[in-house]
């Protein structure tokens, strides 16, 4: 189908390693999302693109996250030197354009295991 | 405080009953609401937007309360299908940033 695809499925590193996740979204949306989604928790909000730019990256925990979205489309989710607490199941969703309360569209979620 | 907020349940309710959750936010500039579903180990979906006037989808009903700061929805005769986790999503009116809630978690019983 044409829906949001993420890339690994599931991911197990090691603490220290540095992790990339992929998300091809729905061609033609122009806003993307990052959440992060912890077991019994809501999606929490990491970072949303508008086109190739970061609109809003307020939920970014700490200075070893970082997102990138070069071309405005395919987005990538970096992860420099992984904690245990990273452990999580990541989401990305996009829109058809963002701020004007349109559905999000999520992919399926990249689970991340930090032994 | 937290800008969205839920009572994450669960709410165990039997066949054919009605239930209501309800969700508060914080930043009373918020216009966008909305209600998501999400089955277990699965992405959440829209389940429908709230309007100020208040919308109705079947058995869903979602209704806005400003004054308050809450939005609610109305669940009637549940379906043993209807058992997920229901997500309240507020946008933040300067950011434009989705935020969702904790989920209330919801369990139809035969």
């Known amino acids: 189908g044409a829906g949001v695809s993420q890339t690994p499925s599931n991911k197990v590193t090691e603490k220290g390693k540095y992790v990339e996740l992929r998300c091809d979204p729905i061609?033609?949306?122009?806003?993307l999302y990052w959440y992060r989604q912890s077991l019994g928790q809501g999606p929490e909000f990491l970072i949303y693109?508008?086109?190739?730019?970061?609109?809003?990256d307020s939920g970014l925990p700490n200075d070893r996250f970082f997102a990138v979205r070069p071309e405005g489309s395919v987005s990538t989710l970096k992860i420099q030197r992984t904690e245990r607490g990273d452990s999580a199941v990541y989401l990305c969703?996009?829109?058809?354009?963002?701020?004007?309360?349109?559905?999000?569209?999520f992919g399926e979620g990249s689970r991340l295991t930090v032994l | 405080r937290k800008e969205v907020e839920q009572d994450p349940g669960p709410f165990n309710v039997p066949e054919g009953a009605t239930v209501a959750f309800n969700c508060t936010y914080s930043?009373?500039?918020?216009?966008?609401f909305f209600w998501y579903r999400q089955d277990c180990r699965k992405e959440p979906k829209l389940l429908m937007s709230?309007?100020?006037s208040g919308n109705e989808d079947g058995r869903f009903t979602a209704q806005l309360n400003r004054a308050s700061q809450y939005i609610s929805l109305l669940i009637r005769d549940s379906k043993l299908s209807d058992s997920a986790t229901y997500l309240c999503?507020?946008?933040?009116?300067?950011?434009?940033?989705?935020?969702f809630g904790t989920g209330t978690r919801l369990k139809v019983l035969a």
């Open positions: 969703a996009s829109s058809p354009s963002g701020g004007g309360g349109g559905e999000l569209f």
């Open positions: 709230v309007y100020s």
């Open positions: 061609s033609g949306h122009t806003a």
């Open positions: 693109f508008q086109g190739t730019g970061a609109a809003d």
């Open positions: 930043n009373s500039a918020s216009q966008s």
């Open positions: 999503v507020v946008i933040n009116p300067l950011t434009y940033k989705y935020i």
